[in-house]
């Protein structure tokens, strides 16, 4: 069954204890962290001390996905402030195999995120190694934006790469997730789902997020 991750981007940050709860009520399986650097991608969100501030408030785990350049100076950072999952852009370092070992070093899952325009193969050597990939459906920088339908194709092939190799990997994608496409992407292969604006930005977050896992069940 699919899962759901909403995306702390899109929260009222004045009111995030309360945002988190209603999205924990609602049965959300992770919350979705957008760590940006305004180098890698044209934006600044937030950092280490933030999460780290909403972990003890929060039981559900930490999909902490970092938009930065040389990530690897910042894993211990974001892995002391409660990620359990956290995941670097292919793109982003020069020695991905070595920054992923570093992740996993700590204990903790690792993934690697792809850009649009990025082709899978960029995974070849690391697959055997990682725990999630995450595939851009928008590209990377800003909430709100409109699914790219070319990306479709894409997580095709890298749900039949997976389940051919046996790999034990969630598959994630993060970009125009919305309600209404939801099901259609987890039939794709999804195995989570990243949604931003469209489980925050409702007027009732909590049965948005149930909403998520309703029709998950159904699809079952």
Do not use: C, W
């Not at 969630?170 to 469209?198: M, Q, T, Y």
């Amino acid at each position: 069954m699919a899962m759901i991750a909403p995306s702390l981007l899109s929260a009222n940050f004045a009111d995030l204890a309360e945002e988190i709860r209603k999205i924990e009520k609602g049965g959300a399986d992770y919350l979705h962290l957008d760590v940006m650097d305004g180098n890698y991608v044209p934006n600044i969100t937030f950092g280490a001390p933030l999460i780290k501030s909403i972990k003890k408030i929060s039981s559900i785990p930490f999909d902490v996905h970092l938009m930065v350049d040389k990530p690897e100076r910042f894993i211990k950072d974001f892995v002391d402030a409660g990620a359990d999952i956290l995941t670097v852009h292919a793109e982003a370092t020069t020695h991905l195999h070595r920054t992923i070992q570093e992740i996993k070093h700590y204990g903790i899952k690792a993934g690697v995120a792809l850009n649009p325009a990025t082709p899978l193969n960029v995974l070849e050597y690391v697959l055997g190694d990682i725990d999630l990939v995450l595939l851009m459906t928008v590209n990377p920088g800003f909430g709100g934006q409109s699914f790219i339908n070319a990306t479709k194709s894409k997580i095709k092939s890298l749900r039949q790469i997976i389940d051919s190799r046996g790999l034990d990997i969630i598959l994630e994608i993060d970009g125009g997730v919305k309600l209404s496409n939801a099901k259609e992407l987890a039939e794709l292969g999804v195995d989570l789902l990243v949604s931003g604006s469209d489980i925050f930005g409702a007027a009732d977050i909590e049965a948005k997020a149930k909403a998520y896992k309703d029709l998950f069940d159904k699809a079952l």
